[in-house]
């Protein structure tokens, strides 16, 4: 193979490979325990949602003046695939789906365009719609959710508790956001008497219109002076339910008040928008989002002692409750390729010593964690962590990393049986076996290219298949032409060399049976190639 003999340059400057070996596995274990650690891997949800409201208008109504308006401004966008519309008496919902093949890169972008198009339709929308609002934000992923459950307390006050729980997860290290779901919007109800609204002849509009005129936060203006200048307001909005009850209601040069008409209550939406429930009964949610490429399990400890913290600190009668624990998934998958990994090893080593003998497999062995270090480093240079797929892709290549190895430590093990001595069959293994084994290795590689580049939602999600396997066989290959070489250097016992050299260790029966059988298929290549083929 042409360029420096890597292998000549190993056992020549020892003590510099050994200290590459040793930066090798001490940034390697840096990296290891550096890398993220998620259940699933990261992708782009290339979907967006788009809600309006029109209070009193048909189902018709919604899908003709809201919703098709809508749907033919998006249609203009450079990757639109499709929408699907629900709509029904006073509400359209709309789901944007882009195309699969769109960039991650370009998402962000396109969830511009689409919320500028919408925008610049929704000023030609009906008078009275209320909207579109857009959601980009939804594809969230709970990385732990906690229900909070009081029996006989107020839900204002239960609330109030998961708001100061959701800022105490937000001060833990790897927490992005806290959620509460299930909390249920205040409302105050104004109930008016039809008796009394008749009786007075106050219609329905006049009660509206005060109400909506005084809830107002209006400009008065400001008074100049020598500092800043003095903003004058009005208090005009409403702050409790006795502000409503005295709203004042002039008709027919008569001034009542809200009260003397209607029934003013302060209560919850009602029907609820949203529930949650938790073993049967009412319960707030808190979930907590991870940050992206943080540890998960690490997260999950950090998370465990704030909440034994915040369970100490809770009212009686109070309970807080994990319902959700990703991190759990998380040790689950690594101690899952932990035990593979020491099995695949274990294998390594046992088949290796018992058919290449205790110290050439011991060579062999050492290759694996030679070659994970390295790979660990470039997953942590390039961004990526542990998780289903590249733990996945890790556990497929351990069958693979000792390969390049085996070939170059028998290669050194001939050569001496040859006659050479130890340098010089650790430099001819370069030459002999670099190409071949680099060959072989990139053969394998391709065969995982179509899921690396796919430009799709699954390509994105399982594409580091691809590039890991690719990192492991590339750097099993410098290992091996690099590290082994040494390694057997300094491991390799003393070999007698056979008498009659290279023709005596190749004169066997069974070698000849196996020469015989190799130059037929070389000659007859054509057949075995449509053999193969077909």
Known sequence: MRGPNLSAIAVKEQSVTLFFILLLLGTGLFAFINLGRA???????????????????????????????????????AYYNRVETKSRPGRVDM?????DNLPPALVPEQFYQARKKIGDEALRLPRGVIGPIINDEYSD????????????????ELAQVAEKLRR??????????????????????????????STL???????????????????????????????IRIPGAFTDVEAVENTAIAVAGRNLMVKDVATVTRGYEDPASFLVRHNGAPALMVGVIMQKRWNGTALGEALLEETTAIKAELPAGMTLTQVADQSRNIANAYGEFMLKFA??????LVVSLLALGWRVGLVVALAVPLTLAGVFIIMLMTGRDFD?????????????????????????????????????AAIYAWGATAAPMLTGTLVTVIGFLPIGFAQSSAGEYAGNIFWVVSFSLLVSWVVAVYFTPYL?????????????GHDAIYATPRYEQLRRRVSACVSSRKLVAGVTFG
């Open 168 to 197: 105490r997860y937000l001060g833990v290290e790897g927490v992005m956001k806290v959620n509460v779901i299930g909390e249920r919007a205040q409302r105050i109800f104004i109930e008016p008497s039809i008796e009394k609204l």
């Open 488 to 500: 057997g250097v300094k491991l390799l016992p003393e070999i007698e060399p056979v008498k009659g």
């Open 95 to 99: 789901t944007l789906l882009f195309k």
């Open 388 to 424: 289903r797929i590249t733990l996945g892709a890790l556990i497929l290549s351990l069958g693979l990393l000792v390969d390049d190895a085996i070939i170059a430590i028998e290669m050194m093990v001939v050569k001496m049986e040859e006659g050479l001595d130890r340098i010089a």
């Open 39 to 77: 259940e699933d891997p990261s992708f782009t949800i290339k979907v967006m949602t788009i809600s309006a409201v029109w209070p009193g208008a048909s189902a018709e109504e919604m899908r003709q003046q809201v919703a098709d308006p809508l749907e033919k401004r998006l249609q203009e966008l």
């Open 201 to 231: 002849g106050i219609a329905p509009d006049a009660l509206i219109g005060a109400l909506q005129s005084q809830n107002l936060v209006t400009p008065a203006g400001s008074v100049p002076s020598a500092g800043p200048n003095v903003e």
């Open 343 to 348: 099995a695949a090893l274990l294998v390594v």
């Open 141 to 156: 992923k709970y990385f732990s959710i906690y229900a909070l459950q009081a029996e006989d307390m107020p839900e204002r």
